[in-house]
């Protein structure tokens, strides 16, 4: 069974903070993406990396940044974390040039407050 | 660059009622179409996705959708609501030139009423 992990279900961070979340999948997968859930404005894309070492940010990089140095981890780090960054994260992966046969597999979440 | 309208922030049905979520899309060239749900606490899981060939495409837990290029519209369906399909439901397009790259609705929750 495929499966991507997250390493928290819950994280609670005080304002200013560096924060590390991590990602991994265990199905030999190319690309990885971290994405920002919050009520009424879906999923939105931070970042996505296709190969290890490389990324390319996504619709709201600001105040992100990730790193990819094994196949299988993606980590997303917010270096100096605010309240406004409270939300659900999700990570996923997919096979590169494959979407269509499976789409994305996402992680359970990481639910993030600031305070 | 692609989007995507999810007609409707929450949905009422009763058990054994029909479910419909609408959901339509721009996209400046052909796309992929997927379905995810999302139950309490969970990620995202595939219900189904249109790529190619046949429009009206099948998925898990008895729900089908229909890809009507006229319309731009992929609209999600089940006959019969069960209480185990109370849930969040997202709609996605992707395009051939860039498919790694989904772009999402805002997501509709279904409530089931008994």
């Known amino acids: 069974d495929v499966k991507v992990t997250q390493s928290s279900r819950y994280l609670v961070k005080r304002t200013g903070e560096k924060v590390f979340l991590e990602c991994v999948q265990d199905?030999?997968?190319?690309?990885m993406f971290w994405y920002r859930q919050d009520p009424g404005l879906g999923l939105r894309l931070i970042y996505f990396s296709y190969d290890v070492k490389m990324k390319e940010k996504g619709d709201i990089p600001e105040g992100y940044s990730v790193s990819r140095e094994k196949k299988e981890r993606f980590s997303l780090i917010l270096e100096s974390a605010s309240t406004n960054q409270t939300s659900m994260y999700l990570c996923?992966?997919?096979?590169?040039?494959?979407?269509?046969?499976?789409?994305?597999?996402f992680g359970p979440g990481t639910r993030l407050t600031v305070l | 660059a692609q989007s995507v309208t999810q007609l409707g922030s929450h949905v009422s049905v009763s058990e054994g009622a029909l479910v419909l979520l609408r959901c339509n899309y721009s996209?400046?060239?052909?796309?992929?179409l997927f379905w995810y749900v999302q139950y309490p606490n969970q990620g995202l899981q595939l219900l189904l996705k249109?790529?190619?060939?046949?429009?009206l495409v099948k998925g898990i837990n008895g729900f089908e959708a229909e890809f009507k290029k006229s319309e731009t519209s992929f609209h999600l369906t089940k006959p019969s609501a069960h209480m185990s399909d109370a849930a969040e439901y997202f709609c996605?397009?992707?395009?051939?030139?860039?498919?790694?790259?989904?772009?999402f609705g805002a997501g509709t929750t279904v409530t089931v009423r008994a």
């Open positions: 996605a397009v992707s395009d051939v030139a860039r498919d790694y790259k989904l772009s």
């Open positions: 249109y790529t190619t060939g046949a429009t």
């Open positions: 996209s400046s060239v052909p796309p992929y």
């Open positions: 996923a992966s997919s096979l590169s040039g494959r979407v269509q046969l499976s789409g994305q597999f």
């Open positions: 199905m030999d997968h190319e690309n």
